[in-house]
Nanobody
Framework: QVQLVESGGGLVQPGGSLRLSCAAS????????MGWYRQAPGKERALVAA???????NYADFVKGRFTISRDNAKNTVYLQMNSLKPEDTAVYYC?????????????WGQGNQVTVSS
């Protein structure tokens, strides 16, 4: 089973930037689509962005043009660069090790990383 360790969350002012990282164990990383999801208080967990093994990306409408997902297969790591952050981006962000159809999380979850956007 793939284990995921996330890092990079924190408190940032509106308009600021953060980069999340998700390091995976196991040799299957490069063969799987990975994704980032987020869950705000009182809301369901929702897809933020996903990236296939070949680098094709899929973004939720609410982050298009602001967030960028990328991966480094040599380091077994997926990243989420978040720019122009808004208060409504405040949530716990999770990575998933196997995203099916660009949307459905079927793999292991990371431990979650709090991102708070506030002045």
């Amino acid at each position: 089973q793939v284990q995921l360790v996330e890092s990079g969350g924190g408190l940032v002012q509106p308009g600021g930037s953060l980069r999340l990282s998700c390091a995976a164990s196991g040799s299957i990383f490069s063969n799987r689509a990975m994704g980032w999801y987020r869950q705000a208080p009182g809301k369901e967990r929702a897809l933020v962005a996903a990236i296939t093994s070949g680098g094709t990306t899929n973004y939720a409408d609410f982050v298009k043009g602001r967030f960028t997902i990328s991966r480094d297969n040599a380091k077994n790591t997926v990243y989420l660069q978040m720019n122009s952050l808004k208060p409504e981006d405040t949530a716990v962000y999770y990575c998933n090790s196997n995203v099916v159809g660009g949307i459905i999380p079927r793999g292991s979850w990371g431990q979650g990383n709090q991102v708070t956007v506030s002045s």
